[in-house]
T-cell receptor, first 118, second 119 residues
Framework: SAVISQKPSRDICQRGTSLTIQCQVD?????MFWYRQQPGQSLTLIAT?????????ESGFVIDKFPISRPNLTFSTLTVSNMSPEDSSIYLC???????????????FGQGTRLTVV | AQKVTQAQTEISVVEKEDVTLDCVYE???????LFWYKQPPSGELVFLIR??????QNEISGRYSWNFQKSTSSFNFTITASQVVDSAVYFC????????????????FGKGTLLTVNP
């Protein structure tokens, strides 16, 4: 399996500020995704992070609020901008498809970033 | 559109009991993948199993077993002789396959089932 390191693991932020979450994978992967899990809820896809181009956002999520970067096949960032208490959630990075093979169609997740906005 | 339904919001059992978590899915695709994940209180998502839609063999891994019934669009998960450490939220998820072979698609998650195993 791929080892995914997500930072920070948790943070408490003031409303109106922004937080950038990093996702580092120990192997090159085809696909990287960002999910949000609001308290007591299931996971919802925010966007697919595309290497070298703009991310593909799901309905209800926009680039101005959740800018995403993916400069290479092992790293991506998600920024939560102009935060409000409604953004308090767990944000998870997910990867699929090892470039060099072996991971197949499994989908693995980072340990998540637990964000609280006050 | 794809949909995953986990009708059981919460289940509480006593240690050593067997417990089955239900998962029913909807998709128009003829080929797809199904997943189960465990999310303990610490929050990370632990991969348990992935199943192809064209492989209906049931699978057993230690105390865990999965029953895939394509005819009823169900992919149920049974824990035998449950333990306190099994206490977690369990998510069932569904993914398309697509022309690229399956790794390029997002997962659609059910709402999860909170399992509490009491000593």
């Amino acid at each position: 399996s791929a080892v995914i390191s997500q930072k920070p693991s948790r943070d408490i932020c003031q409303r109106g500020t922004s937080l950038t979450i990093q996702c580092q994978v120990d192997s090159q992967v085809t696909m990287m995704f960002w999910y949000r899990q609001q308290p007591g809820q299931s996971l919802t896809l925010i966007a697919t992070a595309n290497q070298g181009s703009e991310a593909t956002y799901e309905s209800g999520f926009v680039i101005d609020k959740f800018p995403i970067s993916r400069p290479n096949l092992t790293f991506s960032t998600l920024t939560v901008s102009n935060m409000s208490p409604e953004d308090s959630s767990i944000y998870l990075c997910s990867v699929r498809g090892l470039v060099l093979g072996g991971l197949g169609t499994e989908a693995f997740f980072g340990q998540g970033t637990r964000l609280t906005v006050v | 559109a794809q949909k995953v339904t986990q009708a059981q919001t919460e289940i509480s059992v006593v240690e050593k009991e067997d417990v089955t978590l239900d998962c029913v899915y909807e998709t128009r695709d003829t080929t797809y993948y199904l997943f189960w994940y465990k999310q303990p209180p610490s929050g990370e998502l632990v991969f348990l199993i992935r199943r192809n839609s064209f492989d209906e063999q049931n699978e057993i891994s230690g105390r865990y077993s999965w029953n895939f019934q394509k005819s009823t669009s169900s992919f149920n998960f049974t824990i035998t002789a449950s333990q306190v450490v099994d206490s977690a939220v369990y998510f069932c998820a569904l993914s398309e396959v697509g022309v690229s072979g399956g790794s390029n698609y997002k997962l659609t998650f059910g709402k999860g089932t909170l399992l509490t195993v009491n000593p």
